[in-house]
């Protein structure tokens, strides 16, 4: 191949077309993940917030009998987990469908996980902190949700469940709640 | 010259060794975790195995391949022998003997903390020192690059640093520098608990300091992979290289934007605010334009070499390249890999995204095929160039070369394209076994089995990988042509100090950490809240 005089110019000329190009798709993809962001509301985690995995089941939110599924006064529901090696308290979760749902959870020990199967819920757990996120489950059904991160040599027996259920009956389920638990789960 | 042939060629065993043992515990794993394999009866032996298995591929082997690659290239492209040596010798078994204590408490499962050790697992101190000697006998070669390049240029004012060398250098402080987020982690964090002096450990700091380096740490497995691209595959299918200098932009690039985005590793981590998040997905969108940039310069260089080889028309080109020269083979599988490998990163980058397939067999899938396939291949076309010059004799088994580059190209496919698969099922990563009798689960098995003889093919191809090697210790002594670099189309006589310098870059690269992780490791550092108990992991409970 001849390199004529011009060559040097030919192929700066096409590198700046790529490069430009290059740019072209970073911008878009900066672009779709601020737009699904803010449209969808799909956020990660936001708020940094702190507590004690010591006293975790002596006092505050995660004792154990404030475990589950809780409905609030605005129509929502807030489920709380606590992890620890190797299970999740409760192990079955029930919660309604079509409803806003926040999660709140952590760990007592080591760092865990969790993800529920066939949805985009996430979540790591580490001890110390409290995750929060929010999500609504569209339909009725059947999920895993195992712990996915490693978190000890018993880590591949950490799996719970989760039931949506429909939402009548889930406020069903609610109303008629034995007095001396305050909270839903589908632990038998 | 080449006064350090017996230094690289220790490097590069010592690598290859410890890669086929890991190697091996990466099959065994796979299998006993499939459908074909009953439920191990103690599954500690499996997280031993990961452990190590991640420990050797992570940081022994692609470090010992950077450290003999670069002594090598400094060598070579600065055409002058080695300066340190003896240095670089103490470095070499600092490493060595760094992978030894490592592995001892973990082949005895007192360390089955898994390479990532995340606290407040604490496992057998001798392991973090393990890994603290092969980090600082890293820093040596860190170190011994920066020395050789500057007598260089002391002697070679104002002309351009070879493209080798300088990309190598650039590859040597980035990994310098991105080492000392874990260094942080491990010195000042997890050793005093794990020598008993304190108790508790703060989990989520720890894994802001580790992202810091768990993220670069790809880059520098890559930059051997991409010197590669740019200087030894353009001279060996017969092609020159496009351009000289989007290479050096492509290697400044990747030095600077590569350590402010490890944060995309904790998208969903309750440490961290989701304004850092953000910012470091941004940022990790940046890394993919020096990647961008090597595909089109190397894909034209590509074509350059075909078009010398009487190549016409807009794709017809593609036709008249050299297939049957290994080293043409294996650039266009590593591509097929980066392609692939690089697209699922994009997907992991982009929260929205990342919260499906966050910590599931997605991203087993997806950084085995970046680093096991379109990196390690690389590694090998490396190995398969520089023998020759090492040995005095000539790799002559070019047909098993082939066998062995297709093996590993298709059992890396084989491998991870069902991991990617399940990883969307919602399969999660690091499990012993899991219960394919769950109706649930059923469907996954069959993409796990075909994933353990993905794993089984690159046995193979490791096994064909050595045989080439011995091979050609054991052929006749020949004279080797003098060692070349490829030769760019137009060669640069003088270039801008930005293109032909690093400090200005350095202080890009450190300014960028310290903006993009300042505030979160700041904000946790202020809390005096955040400190949990450790948990020792192989002792009794």
Known sequence: ?????????????????????????????????????????????????????????????????????????????????????????????????????????????????????????????????????????????????????YCGTGHQNMWAHVKVVDRAEFMQMADKMPANSRRLSCVQ | MFNSKRLVLAHFWLAFIAFGVALLLGAWQMLVRSPLHPWLQNPELYYRSVTEHGTVMGYAFPTLIAMGFGYAVSELALKRPLVGLRFAWLGFWLVAIGAVTATVPVAMGLASVLYTFYPPMIGNVFYYVGVVFVVVGSWVWVALMSVNLASWKRENRGKPIPLAMFATVAGAYLWGWTAVGAAIEVLFMILPVAIGWKTTIDAGLARVFFSWTLHAIVYFWLMPAYIAYYTIIPRAIGGRLYSDAMARISFILFLVVSMPIGIHHLFADPQVGS?????????????????????????????????????????????????????MLALAFSFVMLGFGGAGGLINMSYQLDSTVHNTQWVTGHFHLIFGGAIVIMYFVIAYDLWPHLTGRALQSVKLMRWQLWLWFIGMIVLTFPWHFVGILGMPRRMAFYDYNDPALAAQALSVVISVVGGLILVVSAVLFFIVLIRGHRAPLVQPEAFRFSRAVHEPRTLPVALNSFALWLVLMIGLTLVNYGYPIAQLLARSDTAVPAVPIGAQR
């Open chain 1, 1 to 149: 191949m001849a390199i004529h005089p011009s060559s040097h110019d030919v192929a700066e000329r096409v590198e700046r077309r790529w490069a430009i190009l290059v740019l072209a798709i970073v911008v878009v993809l900066v672009g779709m993940v601020v737009y699904t962001g803010v449209h969808w509301a799909m956020m990660p985690p936001s708020r940094v917030e702190t507590v004690r995995p010591e006293t975790l089941h002596v006092s505050g939110e995660f004792i154990e009998s404030n475990l589950g599924s809780a409905p609030e006064a605005d129509g929502s529901v807030t489920v709380r987990i606590v992890a620890q090696q190797y299970s999740f308290t409760p192990q079955c979760l029930v919660v309604p469908a079509g409803v806003p749902v926040t999660f709140r959870a952590t760990s007592s020990d080591v760092v865990h996980g969790f993800l529920i199967t066939d949805t985009n819920i996430n979540s790591m757990l580490e001890p110390g902190y409290v995750s929060t996120f929010k999500t609504t489950f569209d339909k009725p059904g059947d999920h895993l949700m195992p712990c996915h991160e």
């Open chain 2, 275 to 327: 304004g850092f998040k953000f910012m470091h997905s941004v940022f990790t969108t940046l890394v993919a334009v020096p990647t961008l940039l090597t595909v089109f310069t190397i894909c034209a260089s590509v074509e350059i070499a075909a078009r010398l080889r009487g190549g016409r028309g807009p794709l017809g080109w593609i036709k008249a390249l050299p297939w049957d020269n290994p080293m």
